[in-house]
Every structure is written in structure tokens, then in C-alpha cells.
């Protein structure tokens, strides 16, 4: 009924740039909060950003000051603006949200997208 479909991942040079978009499609009530988490080979599922229905954001230190996280209501998708990367930003992109469905009683449950994976070169 709800599903969240990454895209803008790819290879980048050290330094530059790339701008993830997420977008949640079904049958959605309502949308709390949005967020993108990261795993590279090796290494845990980490968060990297998130925004919750009241605009308010917060970042994981390791990329605050470099990344942009935003939302289009009206298109329920969520982006994140990556700047500066480094190669230690190499990893999959996952898109996380918590949403009430309208087939599930408006149950509120966590989706997460299938992930995209951006490519940091030196």
C-alpha cells in the first residue's frame, strides 16, 4: 500500500555533488517524519538525516554542515542535498519514513525505499 522509491545516487568525485530524492506513493494518511540512513560494506546502518512533520531537522555530525535535508509535502518526498562528499560518504542510501496509512486503520508504521548507492571517489 505505501512505498518509498530512492534515486539521484551515482559516482562522484571527492568534493562534489549530489542531490538524493525520495518519494512515498500509496495509500498515505498522513507522514510524521522522514530520514535518510547510510551502510557501507562492513559497517553498521547509520542515520544521517531526518525531518519531522514540523520542519524541524537534525543531522549525524559527520555530515552536518555538508548535507541539506528537505521535504515537498505536497509531493510527499523527501531530498537530501550532499555537498563536499567525501569518499567516507561511499555507501547505500536508504529513504526512512514514519507514515499512517489510510488501508491500515491509520496505523502508523515505519517504510523504508530499497536504497541507492552513492559512489565517493578520491
Known amino acids: 500500500q505505501v512505498q518509498l522509491v530512492e534515486s539521484g545516487g551515482g559516482l562522484v568525485q571527492a568534493g562534489g555533488s549530489l542531490r538524493l530524492s525520495c518519494a512515498a506513493s500509496?495509500?498515505?494518511?498522513?507522514?510524521?517524519?522522514m530520514g535518510w540512513y547510510r551502510q557501507a560494506p562492513g559497517k553498521q546502518r547509520e542515520s544521517v538525516a531526518g525531518?519531522?512533520?514540523?520542519?524541524?531537522?537534525n543531522y549525524a555530525d559527520s555530515v552536518k554542515g555538508r548535507f541539506t535535508i528537505s521535504r515537498d509535502n505536497a509531493k510527499n518526498t523527501v531530498y537530501l542535498q550532499m555537498n563536499s562528499l567525501r569518499p567516507e560518504d561511499t555507501a547505500v542510501y536508504y529513504c526512512?519514513?514514519?507514515?499512517?496509512?489510510?488501508?491500515?486503520?491509520?496505523?502508523?508504521?515505519?517504510?523504508w525505499g530499497q536504497g541507492t548507492q552513492v559512489t565517493v571517489s578520491s
Open positions: 525531518i519531522i512533520s514540523s520542519g524541524s531537522t
Open positions: 526512512n519514513a514514519d507514515i499512517r496509512s489510510t488501508t491500515l486503520g491509520r496505523a502508523r508504521q515505519i517504510y
Open positions: 500509496g495509500s498515505i494518511f498522513s507522514i510524521n517524519a
